[in-house]
């Protein structure tokens, strides 16, 4: 009797931490790391619509803030701090006021992986002002997902299927005299079209832009970006993305590493792998994070921003550019 009582107190303790542990993280998930007292100002809320995904299937990433009429919310800069996944689209909606007074900010963007292994969408960093003109911070929960490999299915076996038999070929010698000189003929038909279409064909010209020094190539770029009108037309989103190439052709030829299709982290990580030095790895990590904070969220820099993260390109042209010794010019294949 006494063991069953015993056993009996062990499962109700059991299920009391089982429910502590599903209940404050479920909280932690609605408030974030914030003080009681701000609670009633501002909350976040972000799930996915699935957590398991094969390699290279989009996830729907929801992110939601109910915030107090008076709290003012900055721009997210979601795109640069997803960790492994990338932003494929996404879909800011307008503010909208519910009954109670609070204001709901809603936002959705399509990610994606093409790596397998089990991943987390790292806490989201919401920055506000509150009524008092204090700048505060909440974060949003992490996330965790499992990407798989694509395996093979039951059905797929049926597609597999034993080889076939040889076939044989009736006929005597008088069939290999017909079948031979046409096959004669027909090559030396390819050779002279072959010969006829490359005559007096030379080699193709390495483009101009390749002759030049990647640092050269750069500065002519930023220059020419500066006196452009994009701004003026305010095409500020297509001003940015010219901006991020610029950057990114810069550091691969510079650097002869894969920059121009690569995530912004990848391209931080082949940064440190050939032991750039840490602070030109940091800044040219910061000007694609303000790129992508335009391009992807919808961020309207400032004037001033806008002319700084230009400068800043200029500094890390001239900070590693090679002035004494000629530079190695790349050619694609």
């Known amino acids: 009797m006494m063991k069953e009582r015993k056993l009996k107190v062990l499962k109700v303790i059991g299920f ?76 800011i909606y307008d503010p909208k006021k519910a009954k109670n007074g609070t204001v709901i900010n809603k936002s959705e963007y399509v990610i994606t992986t093409f790596t397998t292994g089990e991943y987390v969408i790292p806490p989201i960093a919401i920055n506000y002002t509150n009524p008092e003109g204090e700048k505060k911070q909440i974060e949003s929960e992490p996330l965790f997902i499992l990407v798989k490999s694509v395996g093979a299915s039951e059905s797929d076996k049926e597609d597999i299927r034993g080889l076939k038999p040889p076939i044989h070929i009736t006929g005597g010698y008088w069939a290999y005299l017909i079948i031979l000189p046409i096959l004669i003929l027909l090559g030396a038909g390819g050779f002279l079209y072959y010969r006829q279409r490359t005559k007096g064909l030379a080699l193709p010209e390495i483009p101009e832009e390749l002759q030049k020094p990647a640092w050269e190539v750069a500065l002519f770029e930023l220059e020419s970006l500066r006196n452009s009108d994009l701004l003026k037309k305010k095409q500020i989103k297509k001003y940015f993305i010219i901006f991020s190439n610029i950057i990114r052709k810069y550091v691969e030829r510079r650097y002869q590493i894969s920059a121009v299709d690569r ?40 004037t001033e921003e806008t002319e700084k993260s230009l400068n800043d390109a200029y500094d890390v042209v001239n900070m590693t550019k090679k ?11």
């Not at 391209?267 to 992508?292: A, H, Q, S, T, W």
Request: proline residues 4%; aromatic residues 10%.
């Open 16 to 91: 009391l931490l089982v429910a502590i542990l599903f209940y404050f993280p479920f909280r932690m998930s609605v408030w974030g790391e914030i003080h009681p007292a701000e609670k009633s100002l501002i909350s976040v809320e972000s799930f996915v619509d699935r957590a398991t995904i094969t390699i290279g299937n989009r996830i729907l990433y929801t992110l939601i803030v109910t915030t107090d009429s008076e709290v003012e919310l900055e721009p997210l800069a979601l795109g640069s701090n997803l960790g492994a996944f990338e932003v494929k689209d996404y879909k």
């Open 263 to 302: 995530t912004t982290e990848e391209i931080r990580g082949e940064m440190k792998r050939i032991r750039l030095d840490p602070g030109i790895v940091e800044l040219i990590y910061g000007l694609l994070c303000f790129c992508n904070l335009v391009k992807f969220a919808k961020y309207i820099p400032s």
């Open 323 to 333: 002035e004494k010794v000629k530079e190695e010019v790349l050619v694609e294949k």
